[in-house]
């Protein structure tokens, strides 16, 4: 086999050298980088799909709420409307006197008798209003029918008492007092 | 036998000198080093690259969808607190104490031998029971019986709409020297005061199959 001579030993010494210079350069300068950025690219696109899939279920779920919430929507619109903006005891007097005057029940006079917040926590735009309903002069019947109609066409009203007294000098004719509890949405 | 003879041997074995050079061969092994370390290279890049235009385009996908998700879910949440809303108030409505059954009930069952003088009922939400309180007089031969059937009677109709249904008498006396006349008949008379008491929670219903 052929000697190297000292000329070629040196040569081939400064090749592996500039060899493992090169390989060492290919990796550290120019794959490493490349490496680095695709971990964070990989991460930021792991999360920006992630942060898209979120939002596509958000809105998902937007239409079945949306689905979901239309009767109630629907009803709450209605519920607001039963309560008439402004000063309640501007209004509640006068729509339960023509209210009950429908049913031959004449009312001398509604009376406030007091208020408090609704006591739910998911109502806190609505007023519990108490009424002195005072009737001086009515037919049972008439009353029944009154009371009837007016607990079938307003759901946010409850009498809380009922008092009838007859009158001595004509039993068919009674005097009552109702304390009539309403639920006011606050327009406010 | 053919003899050949070379005269260039010297040139030859130069030439060959030159080809089989470790040196030459180790450059030539590390230009194909190089070569195969320049694809890779240039295809990761390529790789890098696709990988960065997609995620430049979710950044302007996102861009969108996060001004929509916000909208979203601030229109979700609205919802729900109007359903919540509307289900706190249905429970509010369902458990109110309607009184037109119960005054429907006293009309049923009064009779001409029966008059009230006074009827009270309190029916607060603080309190799981109604309590009514019915005064009046019976009239009849034997009074307390028409007063005790009174009882009766509005114990049994009011327990047809209303549950836990009770009444009792407070008061029950025969008033001596008190009449009236039904009919044409003067009957003697007992004067009676009942307590009746209900549970707001309404019967519950049962549909037909």
Do not use: C
């Amino acid at each position: 086999m052929k000697k190297f001579t000292r000329d070629d030993t040196t040569k081939i010494v400064l090749g592996a050298v500039m060899f493992i210079f090169v390989v060492y350069a290919y990796f550290e300068f120019l794959l490493n980088p490349l490496g680095k950025d695709t971990v964070a690219l990989n991460k930021e696109d792991a999360e920006l799909t992630n942060k898209i899939g979120e939002a596509k279920k958000t809105a998902q779920e937007l239409r079945r709420t949306e689905t979901n919430a239309k009767n109630a929507t629907e009803i709450f619109v209605q519920i607001k409307e039963l309560t008439q903006k402004g000063s309640p005891v501007a209004w509640v007097p006068l729509r339960t006197r023509d209210f009950f005057a429908r049913y031959d029940v004449k009312i001398n006079d509604v009376r406030p008798a007091g208020s408090v917040a609704a006591k739910e926590l998911e109502l806190p735009d609505f007023i519990d209003t108490r009424w002195e309903v005072d009737i001086p002069n009515a037919q049972f019947f008439s009353l029944g029918n009154a009371i009837s109609a007016h607990e079938n066409s307003h759901p946010l009203a409850e009498f809380e008492e009922v008092r009838i007294l007859s009158s001595p000098d004509d039993p068919g004719s009674q005097r009552v007092t109702l304390i009539m509890q309403l639920r006011i949405y606050d327009h406010k | 036998m053919v003899i050949r003879l070379n005269f260039l041997h010297e040139i030859v074995a130069i030439k060959t000198k030159r080809e089989r050079d470790p040196l030459k061969l180790a450059m030539l092994g590390l230009m194909v080093v190089i070569l195969l370390f320049a694809g890779y290279y240039m295809f990761r890049l390529q790789t890098v690259s696709a990988l960065k235009s997609k995620v430049n385009a979710l950044k302007t996908e996102w861009v969108t969808k996060e001004k929509e998700q916000t909208a979203n879910k601030a229109q979700i949440e609205e919802l729900n607190t109007v359903s919540n809303k509307v289900a706190a108030l249905e429970k509010w409505v369902e458990s109110r104490f309607l009184w037109a059954p119960f005054l429907a009930a006293i009309d049923q069952v009064v009779t001409p031998e029966i008059q009230l003088n006074s009827l009270n009922g309190v029916a607060t939400r603080a309190n799981e029971m109604v309590t009514v309180t019915i005064d009046g007089i019976a009239a009849g031969a034997v009074a307390r019986q028409e007063a005790d059937k009174f009882r009766g009677d509005l114990e049994v109709t009011l327990g047809e709409d209303f549950t836990k249904v009770t009444a009792i008498f407070n008061v029950l006396e025969d008033q001596r020297d008190k009449t009236v006349t039904v009919n044409g008949k003067p009957l003697p008379t007992a004067r009676f005061s009942i307590a009746v008491k209900l549970s707001r929670e309404p019967k519950t219903l049962v549909t037909a199959p």
